[in-house]
């Protein structure tokens, strides 16, 4: 059984801080991970995506893969309020010859912005 | 602008019934997907499919059933609804990849209450 695993929180950050947010998961195989947003009562938004080894980064966010240890995380500078919400992690279990486009999602972990 | 839809937003049935759920994408996307959410077990998928014709079983996929006859559609049938099967339901799709790209972008949720 393939696993992606996140700490449920609530992770509380006061604004203008730094909100780091972590991801395991278990298939080494794993090609492809993603980032989704989630307020409550609606549908999850990709917000970041990576492939490679490192960092990327867009805007306030940067993600970071470690393939190596099974790691992806995702940091926001500058916490704002409207950063509150639940946030998806999302792995690919296949790679490119093989496993579709399927993803495994993490339960969320949720995000408090405080002012 | 290209978008998922689902319909109903909101459906509330008795056990036992019929209940059929629609998604719609204009993105021209092959691939589909049916996810749950319930509290603490995340997004998990149902059922899916690659293209016209081409259905697959997700992890819970029990009780569910999909079809896929043209390229925008693929509704979700609960032959007979079940209380387990209150839940919020997204419709997902993204693009046949050229890499180990599969963004999926995600339609609305349909909140379905079976009593």
């Known amino acids: 059984q393939k696993e992606v695993e996140q700490n449920s929180g609530p992770l509380s950050v006061p604004e203008g801080a730094i909100a780091s947010l972590n991801c395991t998961y278990s298939d080494r195989g794993s090609q492809s991970f993603f980032w989704y947003r989630q307020y409550s009562g609606k549908s999850p938004e990709l917000i970041m995506s990576?492939?490679?080894?490192g960092d990327k980064e867009d805007g306030r966010f940067t993600a970071q893969l470690n393939k190596a240890s099974q790691y992806v995380s995702l940091l926001i500078r500058d916490s704002q309020p409207s950063d509150s919400a639940t946030y998806l992690c999302?792995?690919?279990?296949?790679?490119?010859?093989?496993?579709?486009?399927?993803?495994?999602f993490g339960t969320g972990t949720q995000l408090k912005v405080e002012l | 602008d290209a978008e998922i839809t689902q319909s109903p937003r909101h459906k509330i049935t008795e056990t036992g019934r019929q209940v059929t759920l629609a998604c719609h994408q204009t993105?021209?996307?092959?691939?589909m997907f049916w996810y749950r959410q319930d509290l603490g077990h995340g997004l998990r998928l149902i059922h899916y499919s690659y293209g016209v014709h081409d259905t697959n079983k997700g992890e819970v996929s029990d009780g569910y059933s999909v079809s896929r006859s043209n390229t925008e559609d693929l509704p979700l049938t609960l032959e007979s609804a079940a209380s387990s099967q209150t839940s919020v339901y997204f419709c997902?799709?993204?693009?046949?990849?050229?890499?180990?790209?599969?963004?999926?972008?995600f339609g609305p949720g349909t909140r379905l209450t079976v009593l």
């Open positions: 993105w021209n996307h092959n691939n």
């Open positions: 997902a799709s993204s693009a046949s990849p050229g890499g180990p790209y599969n963004e999926q972008f």
């Open positions: 990576i492939y490679s080894n």
């Open positions: 999302a792995v690919n279990e296949g790679g490119v010859t093989g496993g579709g486009n399927k993803l495994t």
